[in-house]
């Protein structure tokens, strides 16, 4: 043990750890490699778009548990926005809504994402097993969870950057959520990490958090393990099983 493993991290140092763990996120995945790179077929492509709207259905949610854990007001009328965002208003459908409109941009009828007929198992339940851990875990804890949402931005611009590109067949309505995203994950981003960057005080706490984000992480990684396997495998759950 060094002589300052005790010592709490400087807020500077602490956020700095946490974007540290940028190298973790999905966007390193060799499966959104070859999506942002124009290399996967247009099954693929759906297969993703029909897999993330279920967690694009999750993250109201998952923020609703977090409210409901959160006894401060201040906190819950800046987090409710989140779910505003998702599940939209009269005159601003949002993101839930802008999902379905990319469905339909890459040949997915409404009926067959609301239905996630096309859900992998696996995806499922990292999904769950979020939203579970949202609703079990300190207001605080699931909070700070969301923080992937640093490196989201990065993610949403290649798509908007590549996709119309290598995919001119995708209807260009559909990228209506990756714009949308580019600003609200921004603001998201900077009310999460305040309160993170306060709630961990202790070295210990802060070590915590690092194994919290990596949680996520390694859900949304779980989530493109199982993408890989059903639409660049070819070998979707059960493909051995003769029926």
Known sequence: MTADSGIPWTKEAFEQKLREKEKYYHIHHEF???MNSGKLEKPAIQGWV???????????????AIMANCPDREVRRHWVQR??????????????????????????PREELLSHKHLLPGVKFAIDAYINFARQ???????????????????????????????????????????????????????????????????????KMLEVLQFK???????????WMAYVE???PYHNIKV
């Open 50 to 64: 029909a897999n993330r709207f279920y967690y694009q259905t999750a993250i109201p949610v998952k923020d609703a």
């Open 32 to 34: 959104h490699i070859l």
């Open 83 to 108: 779910i505003i965002d998702h599940d939209g208003t009269q005159g601003d459908e949002g993101g839930i809504e802008a999902w379905l409109l990319l469905g339909e941009a890459v040949g997915l």
């Open 217 to 227: 992480l390694d859900i949304l990684w779980t989530m493109l393990d199982c993408m």
């Open 234 to 236: 070819n070998k979707p």
């Open 137 to 207: 875990q300190p207001w605080e804890v699931a909070a700070s969870s969301s923080l992937t949402e640093l490196f989201a931005p990065t993610i949403h611009q290649k798509r908007l950057d590549s996709w119309p590109e290598y995919y001119p067949w995708i209807d260009e309505r559909g990228y209506r959520y990756f714009r949308k995203r580019l600003s609200e994950a921004r603001r998201d981003v900077q009310h999460g990490l305040a309160i993170t960057l306060d709630y961990y005080k202790t070295r210990e706490q802060q070590e």
